[in-house]
C-alpha cells in the first residue's frame, strides 16, 4: 500500500518563526511535491523535486524553500513565517513522466496556522 | 491541460451506485482522465485514471465516451465514507518535467451518501 507521511496534521506557529514541514513516502518515487490548499484557490504548487537534491519553482515559491537530501523526504521551509502562510499544506510523490506513471499519491496534509 | 466541468453538487442513497460525470469537450488525443477524491480536511486521493478504454478497479470504475468529451466515475455501492469532493482532472501523461506534473484541481463535485 502507497504511503505518504507528514511530520504534524495540525501546526500553531508564531509570525516570524522558522517552520519546518516533512514529508516521507515509501515508494520510492522520483517526484515529490509541495501544494497548499486554500478556500476558493484550489491547490497551488510551491515547489516540486524530480531527484534527490533537484528542485523546481513551482507557481508561488516565494516565502519558501525546500530540501530533498534523500529521496524519501522532501522537507517544505518556511523561513520566516508570515501570516498569509496560513493555510493547508499537502505533499505528493510519484514516479518519473511516463505513461500510466502520472499519479500522484497525497500525505494526509498539516493544516498551519500562523498567528 | 482541457477544462472540466462537472456538477457542483451530487447525493446517493447508500448501497447505491453513485453516477459521478464529467464533461471535457475540448480534450486532446493525448490528454488521460483523472480522477481524485478528497475527504474533508485530508489530503487528495487518487481513484482511477484511463485514455478512452473503460477502466475498473477496487474503488471504483470509469467510463468514457467513445468520442471522449464526456466520462462518468461510478462507485458500485456507495457509503457513508465515501462522502467527498471528487475531482475529475484531464492532462497529458507524459511530460517533460518541472512544474508541467502540478495537478490543478476544479471546484469538483461534492458527492454527500445519505443513509
Known amino acids: 500500500d502507497v504511503k505518504v507521511t507528514q511530520s504534524s496534521r495540525y501546526l500553531v506557529k508564531r509570525t516570524g518563526e522558522k517552520v519546518f514541514l516533512e514529508c516521507v513516502q515509501d515508494m520510492d518515487h522520483e517526484n515529490m511535491f509541495w501544494y497548499r490548499q486554500d478556500p476558493g484557490l484550489g491547490l497551488r504548487l510551491i515547489y516540486f523535486s524530480y531527484d534527490v537534491k533537484m528542485k523546481e519553482k513551482g507557481d508561488i515559491p516565494e516565502g519558501y524553500s525546500v530540501s530533498r537530501e534523500k529521496k524519501e523526504r522532501f522537507s517544505l521551509i518556511l523561513e520566516s513565517a508570515s501570516t498569509n502562510q496560513t493555510s493547508m499544506y499537502l505533499c505528493?510523490?510519484?514516479?518519473?513522466?511516463?505513461?500510466?506513471?502520472?499519479?500522484?499519491?497525497f500525505g494526509p496534509g498539516t493544516r498551519l496556522l500562523v498567528l | 491541460d482541457a477544462k472540466t466541468t462537472q456538477p457542483p453538487s451530487m447525493d446517493c442513497a447508500e448501497g447505491r451506485a453513485a453516477n459521478l460525470p464529467c464533461n471535457h469537450s475540448t480534450i486532446s488525443g493525448n490528454e488521460y482522465v483523472y480522477w481524485y477524491r478528497q475527504i474533508h480536511s485530508q489530503g487528495p486521493q487518487y481513484i482511477i485514471h484511463?485514455?478512452?478504454n473503460n477502466e475498473t478497479n477496487e474503488m471504483a470504475s470509469l467510463i468514457i465516451t467513445e468520442d471522449r468529451k464526456s466520462s462518468t466515475l461510478i462507485l458500485p455501492h456507495a457509503t457513508l465514507r465515501d462522502t467527498a469532493v471528487y475531482y475529475c482532472i484531464v492532462r497529458v501523461a507524459d511530460r517533460s518535467g518541472g512544474s508541467n506534473y502540478k495537478l490543478t484541481f476544479g471546484k469538483g463535485t461534492l458527492l454527500t451518501v445519505n443513509p
Open positions: 484511463g485514455l478512452k
Open positions: 505528493a510523490s510519484g514516479l518519473s513522466a511516463g505513461v500510466r506513471s502520472e499519479t500522484q499519491y
